[in-house]
């Protein structure tokens, strides 16, 4: 059956929401859409998100004509967004190399910390932090580049979402690359929606983890684990 005519009015952002909305696919703040942009459509949808963007500066009643400092903040904010802070929701993920374990290695591997940056998608407020990564692997399990890691943190993280959620992202992601016995996550970090607003508490941080496999079954591993972190936070 063919697909109805696209409205030739209708935006950019109509356009990628129809594709999404017709492949009963999800599209939350923390989701990746890349599949569903065709050529062209992310520098169109800069140009969009520009526009948007100076109606908010608009409503905030900020004189973008005779301001020289935010005359071209739409612009700025509309790049920052696309192209740095969101974007691991607009681009596929970096390509990873794999290789087998020829070696069989079974032994504990610690990955971190990696700087991590994110924000948080109730106030689109930083998020900054460190991360850690546990792997057991097995005869079976793909190893990857040790910078592969950092990479594919930062995808993740590119996104507006909460801490939670997002290391749960990054362990999925790594069980299915590297196909370990077990996998651990740890991330400590900072959240300016709380230093910057609300409570503006300077002090606080958030420490949470993912375990998975062999990490959540095996206490002693699990010990092993957090021991050896505690030595480099």
Same mark, same amino acid.
């Given at each position: 059956?063919?697909?109805?005519?696209?409205?030739?009015? $209708?935006?950019?952002?109509?356009?990628?929401?129809?594709?999404?909305? +017709?492949? *009963? *696919?999800?599209?939350?703040?923390?989701? !990746?859409? @890349?599949?569903?942009? /065709? &050529?062209?459509?992310? $520098? @169109?949808?800069?140009? /969009?998100?520009?526009?948007?963007?100076?109606?908010?500066?608009?409503?905030?009643?900020?004189?973008?004509?005779?301001?020289? !400092?935010?005359? /071209?903040?739409? *612009?700025?904010?509309?790049?920052?967004?696309?192209? &740095?802070?969101?974007?691991? *929701?607009?681009? $596929?993920?970096? #390509?990873?190399?794999?290789?087998?374990?020829? $070696?069989?290695?079974?032994?504990?591997?610690?990955?971190?910390?990696?700087?991590?940056?994110?924000? %948080?998608?109730?106030?689109? %407020? #930083?998020?900054?932090?460190?991360?850690?990564?546990?792997?057991?692997?097995? +005869?079976?399990?793909?190893?990857?580049?040790?910078?592969?890691?950092?990479?594919?943190?930062?995808?993740?993280?590119?996104?507006?979402?909460?801490?939670? +959620?997002?290391?749960?992202?990054?362990?999925?992601? =790594?069980?299915?690359?590297?196909?370990?016995?077990?996998?651990?996550?740890?991330?400590? @970090?900072?959240?300016? %929606?709380?230093?910057?607003?609300?409570?503006?508490? !300077?002090?606080?941080?958030?420490? !949470?983890?993912?375990?998975?496999?062999?990490?959540?079954?095996?206490?002693?591993?699990?010990?092993?684990?957090?021991?050896?972190?505690? =030595?480099?936070?």
């Amino acid at each position: 059956m063919s697909m109805p005519p696209m409205p030739a009015d $209708e935006s950019v952002s109509a356009r990628i929401r129809r594709r999404l909305v +017709e492949a *009963r *696919r999800r599209f939350h703040a923390n989701d !990746n859409i @890349a599949a569903f942009i /065709e &050529e062209g459509e992310l $520098e @169109a949808l800069l140009d /969009e998100v520009e526009g948007k963007f100076k109606g908010v500066l608009d409503s905030l009643v900020i004189d973008t004509d005779s301001d020289h !400092n935010t005359q /071209e903040t739409a *612009r700025r904010v509309a790049k920052m967004y696309l192209t &740095e802070v969101f974007r691991g *929701r607009f681009v $596929e993920p970096p #390509p990873v190399t794999e290789f087998p374990n020829a $070696e069989f290695l079974n032994e504990l591997m610690i990955v971190g910390p990696i700087t991590v940056r994110s924000a %948080c998608s109730h106030h689109f %407020c #930083p998020i900054m932090g460190r991360l850690w990564i546990g792997l057991m692997p097995n +005869e079976h399990s793909n190893l990857i580049g040790l910078s592969k890691y950092s990479r594919l943190a930062e995808w993740v993280m590119s996104r507006p979402q909460i801490q939670e +959620e997002a290391i749960a992202q990054m362990a999925t992601l =790594l069980m299915d690359k590297v196909r370990p016995d077990g996998l651990a996550v740890v991330m400590e @970090a900072d959240h300016f %929606c709380m230093h910057w607003r609300g409570v503006k508490d !300077n002090d606080t941080k958030m420490i !949470n983890s993912v375990m998975r496999g062999s990490f959540l079954k095996d206490h002693t591993l699990r010990a092993e684990f957090l021991a050896l972190l505690k =030595l480099s936070m």
